[in-house]
C-alpha cells in the first residue's frame, strides 16, 4: 500500500521558516516526480512546487518562488519543502502527492498524504 | 481565482444524478491535457476519482463518470449516496502553469 506521511507542520511567525518532510513507502521513490499542494482555509487546492525523479529539477507557483525550496532524498524516501519568509497568507493544510505523468496528455496525482497544517501567525 | 472553473456548490437528493462542471481553456484542457478529478472529505486525503478523463482507479465505484469536450470536462455521479457529500475538484495540466486545479465544488445530498 503506498503510503505518503507528511510531518513538520506548526505555528510559526511572519518572516520565519519552516521545513516540511515528507515520508514514501511502498513504492520506487525515486522512479516519480513528487509535488506539494496546500489547501488555506475555505480556499481550494492550489500546486506548490515539483520536482523531478533526480531532484534536478525544480518548478514552482509564482506564489512561492524565491521563498520556497523543494528537495529530496532518494537514499532515504524523502521529499522535503523548506519554506522561508512565510506570510499569513501561506497558512494552509501542504500535501504531499506522487505524481504519475501521461506523457503529452498531462499528469495527475494517484496517491496523497493526509496533510501538515502550517499557521503563519503572530 | 483557479486556473479551472466549477460551481461553488451542487446538491441532489439521494438516487438523483448530479454533474459538475470544470471549464479551462485553450492553454489546458483546450490544449487536449486530461482532465481528472479529486474527491476530498475535510480531513482526509484527497482521492483519485477520474484520470485520464473517465478512467476509474480500482475501487471506485461506476456510479462515477467523467468526460472532456472542447476547454471543458464534468464530472457525473448517479444513485446520490449520502456518503458521496465532500468536495471535488477537477485537475489538469496547463502550457505556462503545469499543475491546475478548480476552486472545487461542495456536493450535498439532500
Known amino acids: 500500500q503506498v503510503q505518503l506521511v507528511e510531518s513538520g507542520g506548526g505555528l510559526v511567525k511572519p518572516g520565519g521558516s519552516l521545513r516540511l518532510s515528507c515520508a514514501a513507502s511502498?513504492?520506487?521513490?525515486?522512479?516519480?516526480?513528487i509535488i506539494w499542494i496546500r489547501q488555506a482555509p475555505g480556499r481550494g487546492l492550489e500546486w506548490v512546487a515539483e520536482i523531478n525523479t533526480s531532484g534536478s529539477t525544480t518548478y514552482y507557483a509564482d506564489s512561492v518562488k524565491g521563498r520556497f525550496t523543494i528537495s529530496r532524498d532518494n537514499a532515504k524516501n524523502s521529499l522535503f519543502l523548506q519554506m522561508n519568509s512565510l506570510r499569513a497568507e501561506d497558512t494552509a493544510v501542504y500535501y504531499c502527492?506522487?505524481?504519475?505523468?501521461?506523457?503529452?496528455?498531462?499528469?495527475?496525482?494517484?496517491?496523497w498524504g493526509q496533510g501538515t497544517l502550517v499557521t503563519v501567525s503572530s | 481565482q483557479s486556473v479551472l472553473t466549477q460551481p461553488p456548490s451542487v446538491s441532489g437528493a439521494p438516487g438523483q444524478r448530479v454533474t459538475i462542471s470544470c471549464t479551462g481553456s485553450s492553454s489546458n484542457i483546450g490544449t487536449g491535457y486530461d482532465v481528472h478529478w479529486y474527491q476530498h472529505l475535510p480531513g482526509t486525503a484527497p482521492k483519485l476519482l477520474i484520470y485520464a478523463n473517465n478512467d476509474r482507479p480500482s475501487g471506485v465505484p461506476d456510479r462515477f463518470s467523467g468526460s472532456r469536450s472542447g476547454t471543458s470536462a464534468s464530472l457525473a455521479i448517479t444513485g446520490l449516496q449520502a456518503e458521496d457529500e465532500a468536495d471535488y475538484y477537477c485537475q489538469s495540466y496547463d502550457s505556462s502553469l503545469r499543475g491546475v486545479f478548480g476552486g472545487g465544488t461542495k456536493l450535498t445530498v439532500l
Open positions: 511502498e513504492f520506487t521513490f525515486s522512479d516519480y516526480y
Open positions: 502527492a506522487r505524481v504519475f505523468l501521461s506523457g503529452v496528455a498531462g499528469y495527475y496525482f494517484d496517491y
